[in-house]
């Protein structure tokens, strides 16, 4: 049996909602009555439905359920790549990339690519997110081509970046293995559209198919972020156990109170309306600072809009920002605590790290007891002490803040981790009455990008670009 078969111990590895620091009983007049929430009673009761109605085109919600045959397949893979290559690459951008990135940091050694082979659980692992011309040529200073396995994701098949990236690895790829290029290259696409999909056909690439209904920022429980995942060694039947756990606990809507995806995104939503225009995101745990960036992305994205479902105009939004603790304690609390008063401040708290290191007591500082006091105590307890100390700081200036709490980072607390904020951001959608799925904002800057780099059919476009006024020396210093 599977530990998450096993019913006490999934309900100890729940992953909690501790909104108390959100609310005025605790932060005084700044935080949110249970009247405000009761007053939302009808726009709630709206959301529940549409997300009852859209479930059917939220493919997502579904991942964690509907995967048996893929997951075998990926694993399978996953297993070829473990016997056959010491390097593992992801080219891919956005939601592309990032779930990939903080699973990995998550659920693996902290310094994974620095162990030795034999200590390490699968091939070193790279993300390529980026077109720095530095970056990119840099990687071929530190992997052997002839051992990697390149994954390319790019759910569109087009993404200018992504396409750039796979030029340069295809290239590279021919000149030193020649014919072999293709045993090279996992491509993780669309089933029928895109270019990626057309060449990974042409050249019969081994590929994986992103679903309809998945957008890239819901992506990571699919084939996009699975494959890297089980690669790595990651157990993903239990992630995906996990994301299933959590859907199943948000299916709670007689009691808002007891969702914690849904209270989460009222919360937020009346924050929002308060003028909380800022999001911070705060892992007090390293294993969980990449999940900031997932975050940023998957809220930013979904729901920064110009309009809402009825075409009104209403430059909705909360922006994100990443602070690690203790980390950022001693460069962005300042500010969070006396500054403005215009943010919420998630802490993702973890109760059991997977180490327990002794702060050793040494003799030689017997007298010196502003050192000598720390001695005995464990590092854990110093990361925990500090991130309660930082909660109360918080409190103590009036200022919202909740805690999303962790029993211990594994595969099936982190894949209700992102269940969770999925849920949460697409409940956000529908109280904001945004479409939370699209991302026309992106879209725009991607055709302008195919404009200057003289994609055809995008003429008109260039000529837009050259009518914007010329920039004024005067105004360079
Ligand atoms: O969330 C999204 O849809 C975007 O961030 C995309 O993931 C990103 O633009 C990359 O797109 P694609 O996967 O099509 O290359």
Redesign the pocket.
């Known amino acids: 049996m599977k530990r998450y078969e096993d019913k006490a111990w999934k309900d100890s590895m729940r992953v909690r909602v501790d909104f108390n620091n959100m609310m005025s009983e605790f932060v005084g007049e700044n935080g949110i009555k249970l009247e405000e929430i009761e007053s939302m009673r009808s726009e709630i009761s709206r959301a529940v439905k549409g997300m009852e109605q859209k479930r059917s085109n939220m493919r997502w919600r579904e991942l964690p359920f509907n995967q048996t045959e893929i997951v075998t397949e990926l694993k399978a893979t996953a297993q070829h790549i473990r016997n056959n290559f010491e390097y593992f690459v992801v080219l ?5 990339a990032l779930g990939p990135i903080a699973v990995h940091q998550a659920l693996t050694h902290a310094r994974y690519n620095e162990l030795p082979d034999e200590k390490r659980n699968g091939p070193k692992f790279y993300v390529e997110d980026n077109v720095d011309p530095e970056k990119i040529s840099a990687l071929f200073d530190v992997i052997d081509i002839k051992k990697t396995m390149f994954n390319i ?5 087009n ?1 200018s970046e ?1 396409v750039s990236q796979m030029l340069f690895v295809f290239d590279i790829l021919k000149k030193t293995v020649g014919d072999d290029w293709t045993k090279h290259v996992i491509a993780t696409t669309d089933a029928s559209k895109g270019s990626l999909r057309l060449i990974a056909d042409k050249y019969s690439i081994k590929t994986f198919i992103v679903p309809d209904g998945v ?3 819901f992506s990571e429980l699919c084939p996009v972020g699975l494959l890297a995942a089980s690669v790595c060694g990651i157990d993903i039947d239990e992630l995906l156990a996990g994301a299933a756990y959590m859907d199943e606990i948000c299916t709670e809507t007689a009691d808002i109170m007891q969702n914690p995806a849904y209270i989460s995104a009222v919360l937020e939503v009346i924050a929002m309306r308060k003028g909380k225009n800022i999001s911070v995101f705060m892992p007090y745990c390293d294993a969980l600072k990449y999940m900031a960036d997932w975050y940023a ?1 998957l809220w930013a ?1 979904s729901l920064g809009k110009r309009y809402d479902n009825e075409g009104n105009e209403v430059f909705v939004g909360q922006t994100p920002v990443k602070a690690l603790g203790v980390t950022d304690q001693h460069s962005q609390i300042q500010l969070y605590t006396e500054g403005p008063n215009d943010k919420v401040v998630t802490f993702l708290e973890v109760e059991n790290y997977r180490k327990t290191v002794e702060i050793p007591s040494l003799e030689m500082f017997d007298e010196l007891h502003d050192v000598n006091f720390l001695s005995g105590h464990t590092f854990n307890e110093l990361i925990g002490h500090e991130c309660f100390s930082t909660e109360y700081a918080l409190v103590q200036s009036g200022r919202m803040s909740k805690n999303i709490v962790f029993n211990e980072v594994n595969a099936f607390t982190v894949g209700q981790f992102l269940c969770l904020l999925e849920l949460q951001t697409a409940f956000a959608g529908e109280l904001l009455n945004i479409n939370a799925f699209d ?1 026309p904002g ?1 879209e725009e800057g991607k055709k302008a990008t195919y404009a200057l780099l003289e994609r055809p059919g995008y003429d008109e476009k260039r000529k837009e670009l050259e009518m914007m006024p010329k920039k004024k020396d005067c105004y360079i210093a």
């Open positions: 891919g951008i956005g939601g592309s994701i790019t759910k569109s098949g993404t992504t957008g890239g920022r992305q994205e991302q992106v």
